[in-house]
């Protein structure tokens, strides 16, 4: 009997996310309501205040686990940023809601509430690109941090349109988004000095 309590509960702790994360990406942390996440979920909302603390601290547990996955089924490749970038547009496809959720923990979370891992991560990608930029790989155009914010802006580029321009190219296949996105950061990052 013992063992069927941390499983029961790691099974509502995903459900909760699960719901969590669908709830946040529809209508953000202000308009989310643990009432509609527990019912979602099959739980309750003292079960969100007992694993989570709070809407926010529920919120910032979804997203640091995308963040995470993201990190860990993406690790960047410096030498490859074209690549790199390409990886992550077939995620954002792959997991709509991403950029969603990003949107909302820009608007609602931001520098108050900076997570680890998304500190460390961003710390690591930067240091990869300077890697390559100090060993003649990358070139040096833009600084680390500039280069870094341009490829993950390209990569989640068709997910961030109005709903005005996503209209306007609404018949552009997810093939030539994709290649869209790789070819920009290639020319972005152009061949390495000296070649």
Known sequence: MG???????????????????DEFAAVGIAGAR?????????SNKAQIYHYFGSKDGLFDAVFEEIARTTVDEIPIDATDLP???GRLFDSYRQRPWVQRLATWYRLERGAD???EIIRSGNSAKIAAIAAAQADGTVPDTFTPEELLGLVL???????????????LVDGIDPGRRREVVVLAVAALVGPPPGR
């Open 153 to 167: 802006h390209l990569s989640g580029f068709w997910s961030a349109t109005t709903p005005e321009y996503a209209a």
């Open 3 to 21: 063992e069927r309590w941390p499983r029961d509960a790691e099974q509502t702790r995903r459900r909760l996310l699960d719901a969590a994360r």
């Open 34 to 42: 643990v009432d509609r996440i527990a019912a979602a979920a099959g």
């Open 113 to 115: 509430s900076a997570l």
């Open 83 to 85: 690549g790199y970038a």
